[in-house]
């Protein structure tokens, strides 16, 4: 399956972002898929995720109660909201998936699919 990321830019901080991973080649539908971003000199971390069957999601600490992972299957896309940004989640977002359920949603090495990632950049 090819992913491709897309919604990043610029934008200040409490406002507002929607990322958008597309699917080609396969549906998402039996698809764990996690969002991870990079910020410079820093480790790709994990942001969030959606389980397979969608019937669950999963957050980092850092942007629960801010940041919602969706799937519109119609459009074989899993997006992000991204509300109330701060300039820490300045970084470079990809999105990711594996067949099936991964073992640790938090982990990128258990994500055999990757995009091209997109850069999201929040000013103070």
């Known amino acids: 399956v090819q992913l491709q990321a897309s919604g990043g830019g610029l934008v200040q901080a409490g406002g507002s972002l929607r990322l958008s991973c597309a699917a080609s080649?396969?549906?998402?539908?039996?698809?764990?898929v996690g969002w991870f971003r990079q910020a410079p000199g820093k480790e790709r971390e994990f942001v969030a995720a959606?389980?397979?069957?969608?019937?669950?999601?999963y957050y980092a600490d850092s942007v629960k109660g801010r940041f919602t992972i969706s799937t519109d299957n119609a459009k074989n896309t899993v997006a992000l909201q991204m509300n109330s940004l701060r300039p820490e989640d300045t970084a470079v977002y990809y999105c990711?998936?594996?067949?099936?359920?991964?073992?640790?949603?938090?982990?990128?090495?258990?994500?055999?699919?990757w995009g091209q990632g997109t850069q999201v950049t929040v000013s103070s």
């Open positions: 080649g396969r549906t998402f539908r039996s698809y764990t």
């Open positions: 959606i389980s397979w069957n969608g019937g669950s999601t």
């Open positions: 990711a998936a594996d067949p099936g359920a991964v073992r640790d949603y938090r982990d990128r090495a258990y994500y055999a699919y």
